[in-house]
């Protein structure tokens, strides 16, 4: 089952100006996760903020999340080239389970492409 | 860093054979993670593990089954493959938290495999 869904399908700036990506989801959430996927290959974590933060900052990336829309948005300032890649966002839901962190449900993707 | 190996980057089987994907941790992780990735599909969960010898369904278990007989291992099996199961293969690993509250996922580079 999907859960989040990510806007828009695909992007394409140019170097030096901001990436806006954002999530929705469905159900009520533990926290929102944030991945990236160059070409071809496996994910990488970006960036994870739980429900009862509003707003989280890593370098040059900024997530908010609004759970009262269910929604959470992914910024990257002064896009460079190589972040061109998809990005995911990826929820873990509901009601904490003992014993079942990590079970998540991805979103299909945002495809960013930045050009020099 | 935690790696996450895949045994496979590229597969080729034919209708009807049994397939084994392999995924090894290093950073004894107790819990393990498959999913495969399609067009427009983002990433679907089909089983994951919190232990050894223990495994749960996911989103979409039909057609596969896993083993994980050691902690770091964790093998997807594909009891006779079908055309519709070329994809891109996913493990990922993640630690254990006492209060669920969210841990990333590290992934392998994936496997993309072919059933002509």
């Known amino acids: 089952s999907q859960q989040g869904e990510e806007d828009p399908q695909a992007l394409s700036i140019q170097e030096g100006e901001n990436a806006t990506m954002n999530c929705s989801y469905k159900?009520?959430?533990?926290?929102l996760q944030w991945y990236r996927q160059n070409s071809g290959r496996g994910l990488v974590h970006l960036i994870l903020?739980?429900?009862?933060?509003r707003e989280k900052h890593s370098g040059r990336l900024r997530v908010t999340l609004d759970t009262s829309k269910k929604s959470s948005s992914l910024l990257i300032t002064a896009s460079r080239a190589a972040d061109t890649a998809s990005y995911f966002c990826?929820?873990?839901?509901?009601?904490?389970?003992?014993?079942?962190?990590?079970?998540?449900?991805f979103g299909q993707g945002t495809e960013l492409s930045v050009k020099p | 860093d935690v790696k996450v190996t895949q045994s496979s980057r590229y597969l080729v089987k034919r209708t009807g054979e049994k397939v084994f994907l392999e995924c090894v941790q290093d950073?004894?992780?107790?819990?393990m993670f498959w999913y495969r990735q399609d067009p427009g599909l983002g990433l679907r969960l089909i089983y994951f593990?919190?232990?050894?010898?223990?495994?749960e369904k996911g989103d979409i278990p039909e057609g596969y089954s896993v083993s994980r007989e050691k902690k770091e291992r964790f093998s997807l099996i594909l009891e006779s493959a079908s055309t519709n199961q070329t994809s891109m293969y996913l493990c990922?690993?993640?630690?254990?938290?006492?209060?669920?509250?969210?841990?990333?996922?590290?992934f392998g580079s994936g496997t993309q495999l072919s059933v002509l």
């Open positions: 990922a690993s993640s630690q254990d938290r006492e209060d669920s509250r969210g841990e990333k996922l590290f």
């Open positions: 159900t009520s959430i533990n926290n």
């Open positions: 903020i739980r429900s009862n933060e």
């Open positions: 990826a929820t873990e839901g509901g009601t904490p389970i003992y014993n079942q962190g990590g079970k998540l449900i």
């Open positions: 950073m004894d992780h107790e819990n």
């Open positions: 593990s919190y232990d050894v010898k223990m495994k």
